[in-house]
Protein backbone atom coordinates (compact mmCIF):
# COMPACT_ATOMS: atom_id res chain seq x y z
CA UNK A 1 0.00 0.00 0.00
CA UNK A 2 1.43 3.62 -1.06
CA UNK A 3 0.30 7.04 -0.36
CA UNK A 4 1.55 9.85 -2.17
CA UNK A 5 4.56 7.96 -3.70
CA UNK A 6 5.98 5.97 -0.26
CA UNK A 7 4.76 2.98 1.22
CA UNK A 8 2.91 3.04 4.69
CA UNK A 9 6.15 1.55 6.41
CA UNK A 10 8.15 4.41 4.63
CA UNK A 11 5.38 7.38 6.09
CA UNK A 12 5.84 5.86 9.51
CA UNK A 13 9.66 5.84 9.38
CA UNK A 14 9.42 9.37 8.24
CA UNK A 15 6.76 10.44 10.98
CA UNK A 16 8.89 8.95 13.40
CA UNK A 17 12.03 10.80 12.66
CA UNK A 18 10.23 14.31 12.74
CA UNK A 19 8.73 13.42 16.02
CA UNK A 20 12.42 12.51 17.14
CA UNK A 21 13.67 15.87 15.19
CA UNK A 22 10.41 17.92 16.84
CA UNK A 23 11.88 17.13 20.63
CA UNK A 24 15.91 17.64 19.72
CA UNK A 25 14.87 21.25 18.24
CA UNK A 26 12.60 22.33 21.30
CA UNK A 27 15.81 21.31 22.97
CA UNK A 28 17.96 23.72 20.87
CA UNK A 29 15.52 26.15 20.85
CA UNK A 30 15.80 26.48 24.46
CA UNK A 31 19.48 26.03 25.26
CA UNK A 32 20.89 28.17 22.31
CA UNK A 33 18.08 30.68 21.78
CA UNK A 34 17.96 29.57 18.38
CA UNK A 35 14.65 28.72 16.87
CA UNK A 36 15.58 24.99 15.89
CA UNK A 37 15.77 25.94 12.07
CA UNK A 38 19.50 25.34 12.40
CA UNK A 39 18.64 21.39 12.81
CA UNK A 40 15.17 21.46 10.97
CA UNK A 41 16.08 22.05 7.78
CA UNK A 42 18.61 19.64 7.17
CA UNK A 43 16.35 17.27 8.31
CA UNK A 44 13.63 18.21 6.31
CA UNK A 45 16.13 18.24 3.37
CA UNK A 46 16.41 15.02 3.83
CA UNK A 47 12.25 13.93 4.47
CA UNK A 48 11.09 16.00 1.65
CA UNK A 49 13.86 14.57 -1.02
CA UNK A 50 12.09 11.21 -0.12
CA UNK A 51 8.94 11.91 -0.58
CA UNK A 52 9.68 12.96 -4.16
CA UNK A 53 9.87 16.79 -3.86
CA UNK A 54 11.51 18.26 -6.56
CA UNK A 55 14.94 20.15 -6.21
CA UNK A 56 14.27 23.28 -7.47
CA UNK A 57 11.26 23.58 -4.57
CA UNK A 58 12.98 21.37 -1.72
CA UNK A 59 15.00 23.56 0.06
CA UNK A 60 12.39 26.38 -0.07
CA UNK A 61 9.66 24.03 1.40
CA UNK A 62 12.30 23.30 4.36
CA UNK A 63 12.72 26.46 5.18
CA UNK A 64 9.39 27.56 5.11
CA UNK A 65 8.47 24.92 7.11
CA UNK A 66 10.81 25.22 9.28
CA UNK A 67 9.87 29.41 10.39
CA UNK A 68 6.27 27.90 11.04
CA UNK A 69 7.42 25.75 13.38
CA UNK A 70 9.92 28.37 15.51
CA UNK A 71 7.09 30.19 15.54
CA UNK A 72 5.69 28.38 18.79
CA UNK A 73 8.65 26.95 20.02
CA UNK A 74 10.29 30.07 20.31
CA UNK A 75 7.30 31.66 22.05
CA UNK A 76 7.70 28.89 24.48
CA UNK A 77 11.32 29.36 25.40
CA UNK A 78 11.39 33.30 24.99
CA UNK A 79 8.57 33.12 27.72
CA UNK A 80 11.06 30.37 29.93
CA UNK A 81 13.87 32.83 29.37
CA UNK A 82 12.12 36.05 30.33
CA UNK A 83 10.81 34.98 33.80
CA UNK A 84 14.37 34.36 34.69
CA UNK A 85 14.88 38.33 33.95
CA UNK A 86 17.54 37.66 31.18
CA UNK A 87 16.26 39.08 27.68
CA UNK A 88 17.33 42.37 27.03
CA UNK A 89 14.23 44.69 25.82
CA UNK A 90 16.26 47.26 24.91
CA UNK A 91 17.41 45.31 21.85
CA UNK A 92 13.95 44.31 20.70
CA UNK A 93 12.76 48.09 21.02
CA UNK A 94 15.19 48.98 18.55
CA UNK A 95 14.90 46.43 16.48
CA UNK A 96 11.51 45.12 15.56
CA UNK A 97 10.95 47.55 12.71
CA UNK A 98 13.95 46.94 10.88
CA UNK A 99 13.59 43.20 11.59
CA UNK A 100 10.08 42.73 9.91
CA UNK A 101 11.54 44.86 6.98
CA UNK A 102 14.34 42.54 6.78
CA UNK A 103 11.78 39.14 6.74
CA UNK A 104 9.44 40.96 4.44
CA UNK A 105 12.92 41.50 2.14
CA UNK A 106 13.62 38.19 2.43
CA UNK A 107 10.13 36.80 1.47
CA UNK A 108 10.02 38.48 -1.44
CA UNK A 109 13.46 37.54 -2.43
CA UNK A 110 12.59 33.51 -1.61
CA UNK A 111 9.90 34.02 -4.12
CA UNK A 112 12.54 34.55 -7.40
CA UNK A 113 15.84 33.30 -5.82
CA UNK A 114 18.08 30.32 -6.94
CA UNK A 115 17.84 26.87 -4.67
CA UNK A 116 21.70 27.12 -4.36
CA UNK A 117 21.27 30.54 -3.01
CA UNK A 118 19.77 29.59 -0.01
CA UNK A 119 22.31 27.05 1.09
CA UNK A 120 24.91 29.36 0.26
CA UNK A 121 23.63 31.44 2.97
CA UNK A 122 23.62 28.74 5.55
CA UNK A 123 26.47 27.73 5.40
CA UNK A 124 28.54 31.05 5.26
CA UNK A 125 26.56 32.12 7.97
CA UNK A 126 26.80 29.00 10.11
CA UNK A 127 30.82 28.36 9.56
CA UNK A 128 30.64 32.44 10.35
CA UNK A 129 29.17 31.82 13.87
CA UNK A 130 31.33 28.63 13.89
CA UNK A 131 34.59 30.01 14.08
CA UNK A 132 33.47 33.05 16.24
CA UNK A 133 32.15 30.61 18.82
CA UNK A 134 34.77 27.47 18.68
CA UNK A 135 38.17 30.52 18.96
CA UNK A 136 36.77 33.01 20.93
CA UNK A 137 39.08 34.99 22.37
CA UNK A 138 37.96 38.16 24.49
CA UNK A 139 39.68 40.73 22.00
CA UNK A 140 37.64 39.87 19.54
CA UNK A 141 34.87 42.38 19.75
CA UNK A 142 33.75 45.49 17.79
CA UNK A 143 33.29 47.56 20.45
CA UNK A 144 31.91 47.60 24.49
CA UNK A 145 28.13 47.98 23.57
CA UNK A 146 25.72 48.39 20.69
CA UNK A 147 26.10 51.02 18.28
CA UNK A 148 23.38 53.36 17.98
CA UNK A 149 21.50 54.87 14.86
CA UNK A 150 21.50 53.62 11.50
CA UNK A 151 24.33 51.11 11.99
CA UNK A 152 22.21 48.90 15.12
CA UNK A 153 19.13 49.40 12.27
CA UNK A 154 21.03 48.13 9.39
CA UNK A 155 22.00 45.08 11.45
CA UNK A 156 18.24 45.09 12.58
CA UNK A 157 17.25 44.83 8.47
CA UNK A 158 20.13 41.96 7.69
CA UNK A 159 19.17 39.80 11.01
CA UNK A 160 15.86 39.34 9.51
CA UNK A 161 16.52 39.13 5.63
CA UNK A 162 18.99 36.27 6.53
CA UNK A 163 17.19 34.75 8.64
CA UNK A 164 14.28 34.37 6.31
CA UNK A 165 16.79 32.92 3.86
CA UNK A 166 18.41 30.17 6.30
CA UNK A 167 15.18 29.29 7.69
CA UNK A 168 16.41 30.31 11.31
CA UNK A 169 14.46 32.14 14.07
CA UNK A 170 17.32 34.73 14.03
CA UNK A 171 19.50 33.31 17.57
CA UNK A 172 22.94 32.71 15.43
CA UNK A 173 23.08 36.46 14.13
CA UNK A 174 21.99 37.95 17.40
CA UNK A 175 24.15 35.38 19.23
CA UNK A 176 27.51 36.27 17.26
CA UNK A 177 26.67 40.30 17.23
CA UNK A 178 26.19 40.12 21.02
CA UNK A 179 29.43 37.86 21.60
CA UNK A 180 31.21 40.81 19.80
CA UNK A 181 30.04 43.63 21.79
CA UNK A 182 30.84 42.03 24.97
CA UNK A 183 27.71 40.65 26.37
CA UNK A 184 27.61 37.30 27.96
CA UNK A 185 26.66 34.15 26.31
CA UNK A 186 23.48 33.44 28.51
CA UNK A 187 22.12 36.97 27.59
CA UNK A 188 22.38 36.81 24.28
CA UNK A 189 20.88 33.12 24.14
CA UNK A 190 17.82 34.60 26.01
CA UNK A 191 17.00 37.78 23.76
CA UNK A 192 18.08 35.54 20.67
CA UNK A 193 14.69 33.48 21.44
CA UNK A 194 12.73 36.94 21.59
CA UNK A 195 14.17 37.45 18.58
CA UNK A 196 12.66 34.53 16.85
CA UNK A 197 9.22 35.43 17.58
CA UNK A 198 9.78 38.45 15.35
CA UNK A 199 11.23 36.45 12.71
CA UNK A 200 9.25 33.66 12.42
CA UNK A 201 5.90 35.00 12.04
CA UNK A 202 5.99 37.19 8.83
CA UNK A 203 8.83 34.81 7.26
CA UNK A 204 6.15 32.30 8.03
CA UNK A 205 3.96 34.29 6.10
CA UNK A 206 6.31 35.48 3.36
CA UNK A 207 6.87 31.59 2.03
CA UNK A 208 3.32 30.86 2.27
CA UNK A 209 2.95 33.45 -0.16
CA UNK A 210 6.15 32.55 -2.41
CA UNK A 211 5.52 29.41 -2.70
CA UNK A 212 1.50 29.21 -4.52
CA UNK A 213 3.02 29.17 -7.45
CA UNK A 214 4.90 25.88 -6.75
CA UNK A 215 2.11 24.02 -5.66
CA UNK A 216 0.10 25.04 -9.40
CA UNK A 217 3.73 24.15 -11.13
CA UNK A 218 4.29 20.33 -9.79
CA UNK A 219 0.01 19.55 -9.37
CA UNK A 220 1.49 15.62 -9.10
CA UNK A 221 3.44 16.25 -5.86
CA UNK A 222 0.95 15.46 -2.73
CA UNK A 223 3.71 16.96 -0.87
CA UNK A 224 2.85 20.54 -1.88
CA UNK A 225 -0.59 20.15 -2.34
CA UNK A 226 -3.51 21.03 0.36
CA UNK A 227 -4.64 19.92 2.46
CA UNK A 228 -0.95 18.82 3.21
CA UNK A 229 1.08 21.96 2.52
CA UNK A 230 0.24 25.78 2.13
CA UNK A 231 2.66 28.03 -0.10
CA UNK A 232 6.04 26.75 1.33
CA UNK A 233 5.22 25.59 4.67
CA UNK A 234 4.45 21.42 5.18
CA UNK A 235 1.44 21.39 7.33
CA UNK A 236 2.40 17.64 7.95
CA UNK A 237 5.94 18.20 9.28
CA UNK A 238 4.53 21.15 11.31
CA UNK A 239 1.99 18.97 13.15
CA UNK A 240 4.16 16.27 13.51
CA UNK A 241 7.32 18.72 15.04
CA UNK A 242 5.84 21.36 17.05
CA UNK A 243 4.06 19.16 19.57
CA UNK A 244 7.30 17.42 21.16
CA UNK A 245 9.22 20.99 20.44
CA UNK A 246 6.79 22.73 22.96
CA UNK A 247 7.55 20.00 25.46
CA UNK A 248 11.43 20.20 25.60
CA UNK A 249 11.86 23.59 25.06
CA UNK A 250 11.88 24.44 28.83
CA UNK A 251 14.36 21.75 29.06
CA UNK A 252 16.66 23.84 27.11
CA UNK A 253 16.32 26.65 28.94
CA UNK A 254 17.37 24.98 31.76
CA UNK A 255 20.25 23.07 30.82
CA UNK A 256 21.30 26.21 29.28
CA UNK A 257 21.21 28.29 32.64
CA UNK A 258 23.07 25.40 33.70
CA UNK A 259 26.03 25.09 31.20
CA UNK A 260 29.32 27.39 31.96
CA UNK A 261 29.10 30.11 29.38
CA UNK A 262 32.63 28.92 27.69
CA UNK A 263 30.96 25.20 27.36
CA UNK A 264 27.49 26.93 26.11
CA UNK A 265 29.92 28.37 23.21
CA UNK A 266 31.53 25.20 22.30
CA UNK A 267 28.73 23.65 22.14
CA UNK A 268 26.80 26.05 19.85
CA UNK A 269 30.07 26.16 18.06
CA UNK A 270 30.44 22.46 16.93
CA UNK A 271 26.65 22.15 15.99
CA UNK A 272 27.22 24.98 13.59
CA UNK A 273 29.94 23.69 12.14
CA UNK A 274 28.60 20.04 11.26
CA UNK A 275 24.96 21.62 9.82
CA UNK A 276 27.06 23.77 7.85
CA UNK A 277 29.60 21.21 6.88
CA UNK A 278 25.98 19.37 5.43
CA UNK A 279 25.08 21.44 2.91
CA UNK A 280 29.01 22.33 1.47
CA UNK A 281 27.98 18.52 0.79
CA UNK A 282 25.51 19.43 -1.01
CA UNK A 283 26.39 22.23 -2.90
CA UNK A 284 29.91 20.45 -4.15
Not at 1 to 27: H, K, P, T, W
Not at 47 to 59: D, I, Q, W
Not at 213 to 232: C, D, K, S, T
Request: aromatic share 10%; net charge positive.
Amino acid sequence: MAIGGLDVAELAQLALLLVAVGALSGFLAGLFGIGGGAILVPVFYECFRLAGVPLEVRMPLCIGTSLAIIIPTSISSFRAHYLRGAVDMKILRQWWLPIVIGVIAGGITARYAPERLFKIVFVMVAWSAATRLLLARESWKFGEDFPRGPLMKLYGFVVGLLSTLMGVGGGLFLNLLMTFYGRPIHQAVATSSALAVLISIPGAIGYVYAGWPAAMRYPEIVALQLPFAVGYVSLIGAVLVIPTGLLTAPLGVRAAHAMSKRTLEVAFGCYLFIVGGRFLISLL
